[in-house]
């Protein structure tokens, strides 16, 4: 289901690439967490996708993406790109793509 922003509240959207294996638990904190888009591994071994929520969650997943990762915490670094306030989300779940 699509998640409703609060009437007010600034939606963030961030495109993100994390050096490290951490796409199943990505799809799994984004879902816990409640942000939007989506994960794919690339064929150079990262993982890349994009996230979108309310700016507190989306804080949260990016600082998740970043320090925390996978229980073996096997991020070498990520980056962050595209990064702006939005008005509505682009996506109504958060899926993994092939
Ligand atoms: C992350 O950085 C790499 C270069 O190191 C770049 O090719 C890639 O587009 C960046 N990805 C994002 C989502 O910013
Ligand atoms: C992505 O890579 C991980 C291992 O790094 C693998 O477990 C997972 O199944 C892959 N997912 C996709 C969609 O290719």
Redesign the pocket.
């Known amino acids: 289901a699509r998640c409703p922003l609060p009437a007010g509240a600034a939606a963030m959207s961030a495109s993100y690439e994390v050096f490290g ?1 951490v ?2 638990y990505t799809e799994a904190e984004a879902r816990k967490l409640g942000v939007v888009g989506w994960v ?2 690339t064929s150079k071994g990262t993982v890349t996708g994009q996230v979108q929520g309310p700016e507190e969650k989306v804080s949260a997943m990016k600082s998740w993406l970043t320090k925390v990762g996978s229980p073996s915490s096997r991020i070498d670094r990520t980056n962050f790109s595209n990064e702006k306030e939005i008005s509505k989300l682009d996506f109504s779940g958060f899926s ?1 793509r ?1």
């Open positions: 294996r796409q199943g794919k591994n993994t092939y």
